[in-house]
């Protein structure tokens, strides 16, 4: 069940890791890309962390749109936009209801998964955070009840999966064939995404 305090976490935990991998982002997108990932995800997570500290949300959807908001106002690059869509598409999803049951943050997240794909005009193994996307959300879309761990094999998969693609979007597709080898850093930090849910669902 998702409550307002397990969004909180959820976006806690996300910026946390997003905060210990952000050399790590960094270098994944100096390889393929400018190298800020990590900076733009960073500021991100620290505006969203403080808008957090500062407000009281009384449902998972409304804390969740302000942190769209914040990610769509504060982030530059392709990732800002690209994150902050997901997430007001989860908020829009999880409309005004008090608690989430599994299913309904399936609906959520395919909704934020649709996001990704329209707004980034992302089809699957074009190497994007969508390739992490796509998998994460359709390996369990109907299931009843979400099992974690599973989930969160399923990403870390995904992202390895990101290293043979040749990249059609984004900065990397300037790269052509030679992007491939790498991993995509937005499927990465997508990882720690679903990652930082997975810690706050499971608490
Ligand atoms: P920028 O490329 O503008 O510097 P970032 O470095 O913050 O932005 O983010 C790069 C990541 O954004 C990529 O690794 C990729 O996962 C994601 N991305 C870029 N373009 C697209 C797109 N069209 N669709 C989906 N994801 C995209
Ligand atoms: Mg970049
Ligand atoms: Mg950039």
């Given at each position: 069940?998702?409550?307002?305090?397990?969004?909180?976490?959820w976006m806690e935990n996300f910026k946390e890791l997003i905060l210990e991998n952000k050399d790590e982002l960094t270098t994944l997108?100096?390889?393929?890309?400018?190298?800020d990932h990590g900076i733009n995800m960073?500021?991100?997570?620290?505006?969203?962390?403080?808008m957090l500290q500062e407000k009281t949300f009384e449902t998972p959807g409304a804390l969740l749109k302000a942190a769209a908001m914040v990610f769509i106002s504060k982030?530059?690059?392709?990732?800002?936009?690209?994150?902050?869509?997901?997430?007001?598409?989860?908020?829009?999803?999880?409309g005004d209801k008090a608690e989430l049951t599994d299913q309904d943050l399936l609906a959520c997240l395919d909704a934020g998964k649709k996001a990704?794909?329209?707004r980034g005009r992302a089809e699957t193994g074009e190497k994007t955070m969508?390739?992490?996307?796509?998998?994460?959300?359709?390996?369990?879309?109907?299931e009843e009840t979400i099992d974690w761990e599973?989930?969160?094999?399923?990403?870390?998969?995904a992202v390895k999966s990101t290293v043979d693609m040749h990249a059609k979007k984004g900065r990397a597709a300037y790269l052509g064939a030679r992007s491939v080898g790498h991993t995509d850093p937005g499927a990465f930090s997508s990882r720690l995404f679903f990652e930082a849910l997975a810690d706050a669902a499971q608490k």
């Open positions: 069940m998702i409550t307002t305090g397990t969004a909180k976490s997108d100096q390889a393929i890309g400018d190298g960073a500021r991100g997570v620290q505006e969203m962390d403080k982030i530059g690059g392709a990732s800002g936009p690209l994150y902050g869509s997901a997430l007001m598409k989860i908020a829009a999803e999880a990704v794909q329209q969508y390739d992490v996307w796509d998998p994460v959300v359709s390996t369990f879309r109907g599973a989930l969160k094999t399923t990403a870390q998969q």
